[in-house]
C-alpha cells in the first residue's frame, strides 16, 4: 500500500464512529496518511468525531475536499450518488455496503469507475472472514454450484438509525447474504428472475440491536414502518447453453420470532458435494454462542469439517476489509482484485434490487450488464 494523501469521511452515524474512523486515526498516527477529513450533515456530530478522532471538520462540498480517497458511510439511499459525485471529482472511492439501492445505479458506478479509470470498493465486510477463503477452496473442488441457501436470523437486532431501517432488511443483512452468495458461488455475473415476500411486521422498533448506541441526528431515532423478515428466492440463467438452472434462497430477519440467539446458515449444493456453514455475523453479542464445526463439507457421502473453531471478535474482519479496500486503491497489482470486488457487487445488487421489487408480488427480471 503506497502512502494516502488526504481521506473524507462522508458521514459520522455509528459504522463510522465504531470502524471507520478509529481505523483511519491509527493509520494517521503511523503516518500512512497525511489527513483525514469528516463530513456529516449533522455538524455537531462531525465536529464532535473530529475532536475524538484527532481529525478536521469538512463543512463543504465534497467535490471541495479535493480528497484523494471519499469514504462513503452516509444512509444506503444515498450511496450511489455519493459515489459518482466523488469520481467526478477525481477521487478514488470506499462506500459502504449496499454499493447502491438499484440494478442501473450499481451499473452507472461501474461505468463511471471504468471510464475515470479510478476505483470503487465497495465494503461487504463478511467475505473477509478468515473462515471464507477455505469455504471458497472447498466449493471450487466440488464443480458447479446449482443452490445457494443463505439465512441470517436475528433474535433482535433492528437498526436505531433511520437509513438503516428504510432502506430495509433485505438490504441491510440480505446485502451480506447475497454477497457471499455471489462470491462463494463464483456467480460473477448473474441473469434471471426473483420473488419475494415480507415476513413478520414491525413491533414498533423497540428491540433495536443493543450494541448499537450511536442514534440518528437530533436524538432518539424515531420509528419507521417496516416489516422486520424477508423470504426470496432467485432463478440464476445457466453460464453456458443447456447448462443446469441455478436457484438462490435467501432469509433474512432482525428480530425473528422464537429464535433463541442470532444465527447465520449457508448451504451451497454443487454437482459434487455440498458445504455447510453455521456462524454469527457483525457485531452481534451471540458471536460467543456460535457452535463448532463452523463449517463443513460433504462429498461421496462422508462429512470433512473446514472449520473448527468461530471468530468471536468482530473486529478482525472489519480491520481487514478496510485493509483491503486501501490496497485495492492504492496498489497498482490490485487493480484486477479491485475490478473483480467491484463486479461482484453490481451482481449482488442487481439480484436484491430484483428482490426488493418482486416484494410487490410480481416476478422481476434481473442480469447484470458489467
Known amino acids: 500500500m503506497t502512502g494516502i494523501g488526504r481521506v473524507l469521511v462522508a458521514g459520522a452515524g455509528w459504522i463510522a464512529h465504531r470502524v471507520h474512523l478509529p481505523y483511519l486515526a491509527r493509520l494517521r498516527q503511523a503516518g500512512g496518511l497525511g489527513e483525514l477529513l469528516i463530513a456529516d450533515t449533522d455538524t455537531a456530530r462531525a465536529e464532535a468525531a473530529a475532536r ?29 450518488a455519493l459515489v459518482l459525485r466523488a469520481l467526478k471529482a477525481g477521487a478514488q472511492v470506499v462506500v459502504e455496503k449496499p454499493l447502491a439501492l438499484t440494478a442501473a445505479d450499481a451499473a452507472a458506478v461501474w461505468r463511471n469507475s471504468v471510464e475515470s479509470g479510478l476505483r470503487v470498493y465497495p465494503l461487504y465486510t463478511s467475505r473477509h472472514r478468515p473462515e471464507v477463503a477455505v469455504l471458497r477452496d472447498a466449493v471450487a473442488e466440488l464443480g458447479d454450484v446449482r443452490q445457494v441457501r443463505a439465512a441470517w436470523m436475528r433474535r ?51 428491540d433495536a440491536a443493543a ?10 431515532a424515531s420509528a419507521l414502518p417496516c416489516w422486520h423478515g424477508v423470504s426470496a428466492a432467485a432463478t440464476v440463467d445457466p453460464s453456458f447453453p443447456a447448462g443446469p438452472v441455478r436457484q438462490l434462497r435467501l432469509e433474512a430477519s432482525w428480530a425473528a420470532p422464537g429464535a433463541a440467539r442470532d444465527e447465520v446458515r449457508i448451504d451451497l449444493e454443487a454437482e459434487k458435494g455440498s458445504v455447510h456453514w453455521r456462524t454469527v455475523l457483525g457485531w452481534s453479542p451471540d458471536r460467543a454462542l456460535a457452535p463448532a464445526p463452523a ?14 473453531a468461530q471468530p468471536r471478535d468482530a473486529r478482525h474482519e472489519y480491520a481487514g476489509q478496510l485493509d483491503a479496500a486501501l490496497a485495492a486503491l492504492t496498489t497498482p497489482d490490485c487493480r484486477a482484485e479491485a475490478v473483480r470486488h467491484l463486479r461482484a457487487a453490481c451482481a449482488s445488487t442487481a439480484l436484491l434490487h430484483a428482490m426488493d421489487s418482486a416484494l410487490s408480488g410480481i416476478a422481476q427480471p434481473f442480469t447484470t450488464a458489467v
Do not use: K, N
Not at 163 to 175: H, I, P
Not at 176 to 198: I, K, N, P, Q, Y
Not at 211 to 220: E, F, K, L
Open 295 to 308: 463449517a463443513w463439507a460433504v462429498r461421496d457421502g462422508e462429512r470433512h469439517v473446514l472449520v473448527d
Open 156 to 206: 433482535s437486532g433492528v437498526p436505531v438509525t433511520d437509513g438503516g431501517r428504510a432502506a430495509g432488511v433485505l438490504w441491510d443483512l440480505g446485502s451480506h447474504l447475497a454477497d457471499l452468495a455471489v462470491h462463494l458461488a463464483g456467480w460473477s455475473a448473474v441473469t434471471g428472475t426473483a420473488t419475494a415476500r415480507h415476513q413478520h411486521p414491525s413491533t414498533g422498533g423497540q
Open 211 to 220: 450494541w448499537q448506541t450511536v442514534t440518528a441526528a437530533g436524538g432518539t
Open 52 to 80: 475524538e478522532f484527532g481529525a478536521r471538520m469538512h463543512a463543504g462540498s465534497l467535490e471541495e475536499a479535493a480528497a484523494g480517497i471519499v469514504l462513503v458511510a452516509t444512509p444506503p439511499s444515498s450511496h450511489a
